[in-house]
């Protein structure tokens, strides 16, 4: 349930009720909005006589939040969440749209600072790269691992822009979690509800993939996983599922993008390179994306995709990337945002 503050009540007001919940065995966790001050307690309301709370002075309204997922939902947060990386950049803030580019997999310095460059002139305000690849074959490459993370370390330090990678094994999150700006959950681990907590007890922002297999629903209730541990800076990203369809690597779920934004307050981006798996049609979706509402777009951009290590198919080429981000500023133009 949520427990709406009146606009005028106290800090004092405030503690005195979460005190009370968390007295009562509730886990509390607070949204202080421009406007109001919301409680949501999750836990077993049968423990609580709902009059006492509702009695107490500063309290305005208590409301159930009928979805399975709670701190997750539009119910409890009317206004979008603001996720905030290091050096000012933030994603879902109003009309600005976050461009993360880069290649697949960290291969090398020279090769990963060349594309970091290349994207930084384009305009991408985040960099992406993998140190720790969940590749299908134990024999295909696996990531440079911590060496990957001192690359993308570099390339941050030469370009200014902070960088997100993935983190798949709980063992690892305190090793990525001190280089990475931002934590990517990737499709595979969507529903590793221990690397789920994990995440959410470190303080960094979140990107979270939804599986491919996976409905809304499910993704969200993965969303909520990071946040019941106290950590709400969590990026959705619909990375496209599998279908009936198979002539495409996996099929975009253009139809996700609105829904979360109906559904939640957190941003949600688009990735086209995984979403397709064919570089000439990266394009075309991500301009679906930033159409469809998406706060941000996720592509992997290769300075010589034909020699990459992984996913060379999708990665566009830094020339075709410029190109993109033009088309790009003219559709956010179109639907009020701007790039
Ligand atoms: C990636 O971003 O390189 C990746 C492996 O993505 P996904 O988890 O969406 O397949
Ligand atoms: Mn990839």
Redesign the pocket.
């Known amino acids: 349930m949520i427990i709406i503050m009146r606009p005028d009540a106290t800090a004092d007001q405030i503690e005195h009720v979460t005190d009370k919940l968390k007295k009562s065995g509730f886990g509390v966790h607070l949204s202080q909005g421009a406007e109001r001050t919301v409680i949501g307690a999750i836990g077993d309301k049968s423990a609580i006589q709902l009059e006492t709370i509702q009695m107490l002075p500063g309290v305005s309204e208590i409301v159930p939040i009928r979805k399975p997922y709670k701190l997750v939902s539009r119910e409890f947060r009317k206004e979008d969440t603001v996720v905030q990386l290091a050096g000012g950049v933030r994603i879902g803030a109003g009309q600005k749209i976050a461009i993360m580019a880069g290649p697949?997999?960290v291969e090398g310095e020279k090769q990963f600072l060349e594309a970091a460059i290349a994207v930084k002139q384009a305009g991408a305000g985040i960099l992406?790269g993998?140190a720790f690849?969940?590749r299908t074959s134990p024999y295909a490459f696996q990531g440079l691992g911590e060496k990957g993370l001192q690359i993308m370390a570099e390339a941050r330090r030469q370009t200014g822009l902070p960088f997100v990678t993935?983190v798949m094994d709980t063992r690892d999150v305190e090793l990525v979690a001190k280089y990475a700006d931002m934590l990517?959950?990737?499709?595979?681990?969507?529903a590793n509800f221990n690397l789920l907590r994990e995440v959410g007890k470190t303080k960094k922002p979140i990107l979270l993939?939804?599986g491919?297999g996976s409905t809304v629903q499910e993704w969200l209730m993965s969303a909520e996983y990071v946040l019941s541990e106290g950590n709400n800076q969590v990026v959705l990203?619909e990375?496209?599922i599998r279908t009936f369809e198979t002539i495409t690597r996996n099929t975009i779920d253009i139809n996700a993008v609105p829904v979360v934004k109906k559904l939640t307050h957190l941003p949600v981006i688009v990735?086209p390179?995984?979403g397709t798996g064919e570089w000439d049609l990266v394009p075309a979706i991500a301009r679906a994306g930033i159409a469809a509402g998406a706060d941000g777009l996720?592509i992997?951009v290769h300075p010589k995709p034909d020699e990459a290590m992984?996913?060379g198919a999708q990665s566009l080429k830094p020339d075709t990337f410029v190109k993109l981000m033009g088309e790009l500023k003219l559709v956010a133009q179109a639907v009020g945002r701007q790039l």
Do not use: F, T, V, Y
């Not at 990517?184 to 969507?190: E, H, S, Y």
């Open positions: 697949c997999s992406r993998g690849k969940p993935e990517q959950i990737g499709a595979r681990n969507m993939k939804r491919p990203c990375r496209g990735d390179s995984h996720m992997e992984s996913d």
